[in-house]
């Protein structure tokens, strides 16, 4: 009770809209503590965090039960167990922690994995970027990992993508695009921020801050070579242009694990081209997706051609 005053009056000080958190937690004991100890270290805490152990059979479950009699404003959720990870399954368990929160006068609701920790006035931080900018529909920070990966400097989706690990949406921009939609290859929460981002609102990762993601991007209960063939269909799945994906089959190249990564990108793409797998996105969305795309590549070549370096953060400006 008092972590919650605490919040209450932080907000009311501060002028900042007031959040929940939804966590779908599927075998995540190596790393939820972490997170869950950035939580509650935050300088302004949810309303509510519904963590949703989604079937989990390791300790998931007990990690989290052991926060709750300090901490009135966790709640755990259980779904049945299923030995299996789909990207489906965390749509619904995002679901299903939505419904325990439908009643509170939130304003932000966040998506928040259980496998990343950050700093404490990481969610203050974004808060105060949702209270300046009305438009602003989903909000997030660049991450980290281990090895000196950064999504900064070495992805380019750029500042107008938000990292699916820890996702922040205006409510109303959450309820407008139907929150996320279940499909079993994943993109779940790409999806969401361009669907967000084609209706008109605002999408943008920020720099100055940033979390740790401590597991690999895509690794989770498999290999980094599965997990790029498995990104590799993904793009297919999400609707992303032919040319598009031979420049980032290039581009895997020259980064770990080199051509291997670039070649096992390249098959999956492939795979799924070749099965004429189903897309879960509309004609649309591809066609909104392909266009960033193609704009992003004119600016990449642009700076090659006039040997200027390019920030990849900022390849699609705002």
């Not at 496998?115 to 949702?130: A, G, K, M, Q, V």
Request: net charge positive; aromatic share 12%; hydrophobic share 40%.
């Amino acid at each position: 009770m008092l972590d919650q005053s605490r919040t209450e009056i932080m907000t009311q000080l501060n002028v900042l809209p007031s959040y929940v958190l939804i966590t779908p937690a599927h075998n995540e004991e190596v790393f939820l503590e972490k997170t869950i100890e950035s939580v509650i270290r935050q300088t302004v805490l949810p309303l509510k965090w519904v963590i949703v152990d989604d079937g989990s059979t390791d300790r998931t479950a007990s990690i989290v039960e052991r926060y709750l009699p300090d901490h009135s404003w966790m709640e755990l959720r259980k779904r049945p167990r299923r030995l299996d990870r789909t990207f489906a399954g965390k749509a619904y368990a995002v679901r299903e922690g939505c419904e325990r929160v439908a009643s509170l006068p939130y304003e932000i609701i966040g998506n928040l994995d259980a496998d990343i920790s950050f700093d404490p006035d990481h969610f203050e931080f974004l808060l105060r970027r949702f209270a300046e900018k009305p438009s602003l529909g989903v909000a997030g920070t660049v991450f980290r990992e281990d090895g000196g990966y950064s999504s900064e400097s070495d992805s380019f989706e750029g500042s107008t993508h938000v990292a699916g690990q820890c996702q922040l949406f205006r409510r109303e921009c959450w309820e407008r695009i139907g929150g996320y939609v279940p499909h079993r290859a994943g993109g779940v929460d790409w999806i969401a921020v361009i669907t967000a981002r084609m209706l008109g609102w605002k999408t943008q990762s920020f720099r100055e801050k940033s979390f740790f993601h401590h597991r690999h991007l895509g690794t989770a209960e498999r290999s980094v070579l599965s997990s790029s063939f498995s990104y590799g269909e993904k793009d297919y799945y999400l609707g992303g242009h032919p040319v598009w994906e031979l420049c980032r089959v290039a581009y895997r190249f020259i980064k770990p694990p080199y051509v291997v990564g670039g070649l096992t990108l390249a098959a999956g793409y492939s795979w799924a081209f070749l099965r004429r797998a189903p897309r879960p996105v509309s004609p649309q969305l591809m066609g909104f997706h392909r266009k960033e795309q193609m704009a992003k590549l004119k600016a990449i070549l642009r700076s090659l051609a006039s040997f200027k370096r390019l920030d990849a953060f900022d390849v699609l400006p705002q």
